[in-house]
């Protein structure tokens, strides 16, 4: 075969390659729309513009109120505390949710997720809704070490911190693939986001009661930004090394709470002895047959053990918060 006949097969197999590689990728790209006004008016909830972007929030109870923030896990947005926010609204308390970046309702600006983005959104979220008193933060799975790291940064902002089933990470590098450029976002628009929503499953002990979960989760993914905003979180935050932050936190003082699924498997109930060891004032129980969501599936449990905790330290002051500003 002559050089040209070997030229033209070569050509050929690689444009099949690459019509193959397109033709899979619009296969499984489902961010058909942009995060728009008139979407967002259809929609429950408020909006408030930050430096970074538009934030999806919604709060409730009496204005007056001690505020409870609520802060979601790694991408399933402010819906996740559903059982919580009433609850919690219902006992006397002002509480604030909201759609971290790249999720839910929330835009998806193009930077790194890592944790000055989301020490930046909940700072500024806090500022922009004149809210100055000191509050109560409740933050789940990665929502865990978000909040850590904005007790350990804003000391005079925070009165107590709640942990369930909260990521305590070590440090470490993403998957391979994931690390590099083109290639990483090439592999999870196509095998990594597509199987996100059925994956949301194996976070209940119970999964065969939430049988709409991954359709309900499927529909912040039509927003252009959520696997980008997804796979700079897996590349800058969720493999960081957090447990300096745990470990100042657990020698501040400040009163913790900290609950976890008997039954997780996403983070394993065998983790709550490591934070427990570096934050030895909380108050811990284990959740009897719940996984990662304990709140969720088993909110009749849940809701009183947190009611109680901030009704035990309503009018607690850190004392320690002027201290650690001045240092």
Known sequence: MSKKAWAMVIS????????????????????????????????SGSFIKLQ???????????????????????????????HTFGALANAGFRVLRYDLYGRGYSDRPDVPYDADLFDRQLTELLSGLNI????????????????VTFADRHPEKVRTVSLFDPSYQTGGEPPLLLQLPLVGDYWMDVFEAPSMPDSQLADFYHPELFPDWPVKYQEQMRFKGFRRAILSTIRNFTTRNDTDEYDRLGKSGRPILLLWGEADATVLFDVSSEVL????QAEFHAIEEAAHLPHYERPEVVNPILVAFLNQWRDYVFANSKKENDL
């Open 52 to 82: 970074d972007g538009v934030v999806h929030y919604e709060v409730a109870g009496p204005p007056e109120a001690r505020v409870v923030v609520l802060v979601h896990g790694f991408s399933v947005p402010y819906y996740i505390w559903d």
């Open 132 to 147: 100055r008193e000191p509050v109560d933060l409740v933050g789940l799975s990665m929502g865990g070490p978000i909040v």
């Open 277 to 280: 060891r570096v934050l030895p």
């Open 12 to 43: 050929g197999l690689v444009l099949a390659m690459v019509l193959v590689l397109a033709g899979t990728y619009i296969h499984y790209d489902r961010e058909t729309a942009s995060l728009s006004e008139d979407i967002r008016r259809h929609t």
